[in-house]
């Protein structure tokens, strides 16, 4: 007889009642889905937003809500868990099947230990109780690497790969035969969502764990997983082992998937996109030797006693430096990635260019103007000429605003344009350059909107004021890989067609190399290593470059797996 499969999926349908309850066709968002995982196999589920991934495992679990109707087997083990509804499924749920949900930044209680929570589980599931229940979560913590006195410290307490790790520990509480891993590296660096791939294929590999990886990434598939499946409008249109799919993609859209993924091996010498620096001439930004620190404000005021001396007070101080000796310049035309581990100053060193936070030294020159030290006042009129895009495009936008009011805004407060007509074509304009049609998207709320698009709005929002100067923060880190190619290249285009200067953050070297004039390589808030993409790839001075070079997941399977 021949071996059951841990999980298998067969034609799994799921519908969902229509939005207005009206009376109109449910709509089918995932159509005859078919998957078998074997123990111990790593299958990766790749497709972009809104192609079913996640609806896909959420049905698995039985965790979708009432709206939806599904069809169709889940077996685990050959028994199918979904077959009996909730009452059915409630016996397999964490114990045979469970899942790491995407947002480990918010899955944990913040007012709990991480090791009450863990008990919790335990405890509810029947799994133990008391001291063994204590000593049964210290050694999920270990098996994830996590230090000694983890279980003892709360969420806000540990960095986010630490919560991460706390997760899956959580999901493996149970000891489930199958992991589902919803986008479990998304919010996370590439040093540490390398580390966390490698954690998700020791456990699979040890305890014979079969894992299901959704994510939108095919680096991250090619490095973790053996085989794949493709999902586009809820339909898997190619499964196969993941060498293969690059190698030999049978479907267009696998094909496209894998086009629209940098790669550094595919850097070349003297890469340049054709910007020339000329050093001689004026930079449109210019920070010399800047240092932001944080803290530097009284942590406890005491009374010192001496006999021969009045009561004196003292203050103790504490300061660190967030960002020190930072030297980067910018030129017309020219795009500049800083790019860096979470929490090494690249977001701090923007917010000190913007006058967002106070520098204790150095300088900031924008079009030749000193900013450091100017109040409000003295910075309005380089506002216009200075403009940020943000990471995130589901916060960046104003839920009440309209697209096109929202565009027109900048407009208003900065008083340009002659009347209500000519701000409104002023913005159709800016939206047309970010590839949206204005009659179409004019009238759009942000909640109308993929993602993509909120992203380019908000770049028309900046883009408006004709700005000689754009800081872009992690702009593309959380849109899926061919919108993320479109917003990429459309920023190329822009800064070549209004010669804008663009400095870009990113902890991703391989987009920085792929669009980058140079990249400024930064460690606990100093500058190590600057280069043009060709050198800091292929000839990188510093070992901390290299260790980002080698945590970068490729598309192509042969260059390094997460092992």
Not at 496 to 519: C, E, K, Q, V, W
Not at 526 to 538: A, C, F, L, Y
Request: aromatic content about 4%; hydrophobic content about 40%.
């Amino acid at each position: 007889m021949s071996q059951l499969h841990a999980l298998e999926l067969v034609d799994l349908d799921v519908w969902f009642d229509p939005r207005d309850h009206k009376g109109g066709n449910p709509v089918h968002t995932v159509k005859g889905i078919s998957l078998m995982v074997d123990p111990g196999e790593r299958v990766g589920l790749v497709g972009e937003s809104g192609c079913g991934k996640t609806t896909t495992i959420l049905a698995a679990m039985g965790l979708l809500p009432a709206s939806a109707t599904v069809g169709g087997q889940v077996l685990v083990d050959g028994v199918d868990v979904i077959a009996d509804g909730e009452s059915g499924m409630r016996r397999h749920r964490w114990t045979d099947v469970a899942m790491v949900f995407q947002g480990a930044m918010s899955a944990f209680n913040p007012v709990k230990t991480i090791g009450w929570q863990i008990r919790e589980a335990l405890e509810v599931h029947g799994i133990a109780r008391g001291r063994g229940a204590v000593d049964r979560t210290r050694e999920l913590l270990d098996l994830v690497d996590l230090p000694p006195g983890t279980d003892g410290r709360y969420p806000h307490q540990l960095s986010g790969g630490m919560k991460q790790r706390a997760v899956i520990a959580m999901a493996l509480a149970c000891e489930p035969k199958v992991l589902l891993a919803d986008e479990p590296t998304t919010a996370l660096d590439v040093v540490v969502q390398d580390q966390v791939l490698r954690l998700l294929v020791r456990l699979s590999t040890e305890l014979g764990l079969a894992l299901v990886l959704v994510t939108h990434d095919l680096g991250v598939v090619a490095q973790a997983c053996t085989r794949a499946a493709v999902m586009r409008d809820g339909v898997i249109v190619e499964d196969g082992l993941v060498d293969d799919l690059f190698r030999r993609p049978a479907h267009p859209y696998t094909r496209a998937l894998f086009e629209s993924t940098p790669n550094l091996d595919d850097v070349a010498p003297n890469h340049t996109t054709g910007s020339v620096t000329n050093p001689a001439a004026p930079a449109l930004l210019e920070v010399s030797d800047v240092r932001v620190t944080y803290g530097g404000l009284t942590r406890s005021r005491r009374r010192r006693f001496s006999r021969t001396a009045p009561a004196v007070e003292s203050s103790a101080v504490e300061s660190t430096d967030a960002v020190a000796d930072v030297s980067i310049r910018v030129d017309d035309g020219e795009l500049v990635a800083l790019v860096g581990q979470s929490g090494c100053g690249k977001t701090t060193t923007l917010q000190a260019i913007l006058g967002m936070q106070p520098v204790q030294s150095g300088s900031i020159r924008i079009d030749g103007v000193e900013t450091t030290g100017l109040g409000a006042r003295a910075w309005r009129p380089l506002r216009r000429n200075v403009q940020m895009i943000y990471q995130d495009p589901y916060e960046a936008l104003d839920g009440r605003l309209r697209v096109e009011d929202t565009v027109i805004e900048p407009l208003v407060v900065h008083h340009i344009g002659d009347g209500k007509q000519a701000r409104r074509a002023l913005a159709a304009e800016a939206l047309r350059e970010v590839g949206l049609d204005p009659d179409l998207f004019a009238g759009r709320y942000p909640h109308e909107l993929s993602g993509g698009q909120r992203q380019r709005v908000a770049i028309a929002a900046s883009l408006v004021l004709r700005p000689r100067l754009l800081l872009a923060d992690e702009p593309v880190s959380m849109l899926d890989v061919s919108v993320r190619t479109g917003v990429l290249e459309l920023l190329d285009r822009l800064r070549h067609g209004h010669r804008m200067g663009i400095l870009m953050i990113t902890h991703d070297l391989s987009t920085a190399a792929a669009y980058a004039d140079r990249i400024i390589v930064m460690r606990n808030g100093r500058i190590v290593e600057v280069g043009e993409p060709w050198q800091i790839v292929n000839e990188p001075t510093q070992e901390y470059t290299r260790q980002l070079l080698d945590s970068v997941p490729s598309p192509d399977p042969q260059r390094h797996r997460a092992q």
